[in-house]
């Protein structure tokens, strides 16, 4: 298998940190007095729900990282979180509270292991996955403004990233492949992530001459809140432990994937609700490009009108309109890593299959419709224009 962080995180056992232990923590390094502190079920980390004395609602949200996680990473995340407070506190991003000390970083010693641990804000609400279909269109177009304000923000923060460091990039599909199609026992499994990776291929060297930037990376239903009493707009943004570099367009077509609908709701127009984020998203982007970049930048692009993936010189990321016909390509990638990645998690972090949004067979049930569209079908119904870039990888993969 390919020596990837993200695996360790996964497959490498670590001792769990006890509720009294992350109560002490809690009261040594935020002043946090006679609390009670429940556990919430992860996939690679520590992680508990903190309630003051008497609140029946949690306050904070203590994490433990996986003690694979550099600091440099965990520290990069609470740097976002700070960043986004600062310069668009209007976006409704979980907070982080920093320590006593006003480290936004601590350091947890467990035995012999360090561990990082960062303190967030709970947010309240409903969470728009638990929402009964369809999405309505104000709370789609709010997903698409929100989503393009991330990644403007985001991008103002540089990062060397480590390939294989979050696995939920879809760059990364075609070695996860190799590595986890053994593990699937069903062969129409095998078959349809084995057809993703082979379009995938079709796009590959046009995704990776893209510009990459900091961005959310698992912008989906199960990451995003609302109030009960306005359901129309987003008053929570959650998770922010999957951000990696990678072109924004990936990080849009990850969004996408998960507003694909049931085919009871929209059996003629599935893609119906991803068609409204992705205008909203682009009426925002258009519009912050009509004001011009803050930085004068280029966007980092060299002679050819691409940058190094691991740059960032200030701009957006250099987005451009002719990005729009990969989105395909991206979401089908996206259906693939969905099928793959939680059968690695429940196998080896004794994750149960209920901890995702959906089941195994809703999860196929999603590429096999993003498959059987089909590319022209799916840009068709996500209103944009097929230029020769996907025309020419539809061709190949007839």
């Known amino acids: 298998m ?7 995180m996964l497959r490498v056992p670590h001792d769990a940190v006890s509720t009294a232990e992350a109560s002490e923590f809690a009261e040594n390094w935020y002043g946090l007095h006679d609390v009670a502190t429940r556990r919430i079920a992860t996939e690679r980390d520590d992680t508990f729900a903190i309630s003051l004395h008497g609140e029946a609602e949690p306050r904070c949200i203590l994490k433990f990282e996986h003690p694979a996680e550099s600091q440099d990473s965990v520290l990069l ?57 369809p999405l309505s269109e104000p709370l789609l177009d709010d997903i698409g403004v929100r989503l393009a304000q991330l990644q403007r923000v985001l991008a103002q923060l540089q990062y060397h990233d480590v390939p294989g460091r979050v696995l939920w990039d879809v760059r990364l599909l075609p070695q996860l492949a190799e590595d986890l199609l053994p593990m699937l026992e069903d062969d129409e499994s095998r078959s349809r992530v084995t057809q993703a990776v082979d379009d995938y291929m079709a796009v590959e060297p046009e995704i990776e001459r893209l510009p990459a930037t900091l961005c959310h990376g698992d912008f ?20 922010f432990g999957d951000m990696h570099m990678m072109p924004p367009i990936c990080d849009l077509g990850t969004c996408l994937f998960y507003l694909i609908e049931a085919a009871s709701y929209y059996p003629d127009d599935p893609l119906e609700s991803c068609r409204s984020a992705l205008e909203s998203y682009m009426q925002e982007v258009d519009s912050r490009a009509s004001h011009g970049s803050d930085s004068g930048s280029d966007g980092g692009y060299d002679d050819d009108g691409y940058s190094d993936g691991n740059r960032n010189d200030g701009n957006n990321s250099g987005f451009d309109v002719q990005q729009l016909d990969l989105l395909p390509a991206i979401m089908e990638a996206r259906g693939a890593l969905v099928v793959l990645l939680p059968l690695m998690a429940e196998r080896f972090s004794g994750v149960e299959a209920g901890h995702y949004l959906v089941d195994p067979q809703r999860r196929l049930d999603k590429l096999r419709l993003v498959q059987n569209l089909g590319w022209p079908a799916m840009t068709e119904q996500l209103g944009i224009t097929q230029n020769a870039i996907t025309q020419h990888a539809s061709k190949e993969l007839l």
């Open 2 to 8: 390919h020596d990837f962080v993200g695996y360790e």
């Open 77 to 133: 995340r609470a740097q976002a979180l700070t960043l986004l407070q600062e310069t668009q506190p209007d976006i409704p991003a979980t907070r982080l509270i920093p320590a006593r000390g006003r480290e936004l970083v601590t350091r947890f010693n467990q035995n012999d292991t360090v561990r990082w641990a960062t303190l967030t804000t709970f947010l309240h609400g409903n969470m728009v996955s638990t929402l009964p279909g």
């Open 220 to 239: 989906h239903p199960g990451n995003m809140m609302v109030d009960p009493d306005a359901p129309q707009r987003l008053s929570g943004i959650l998770d």
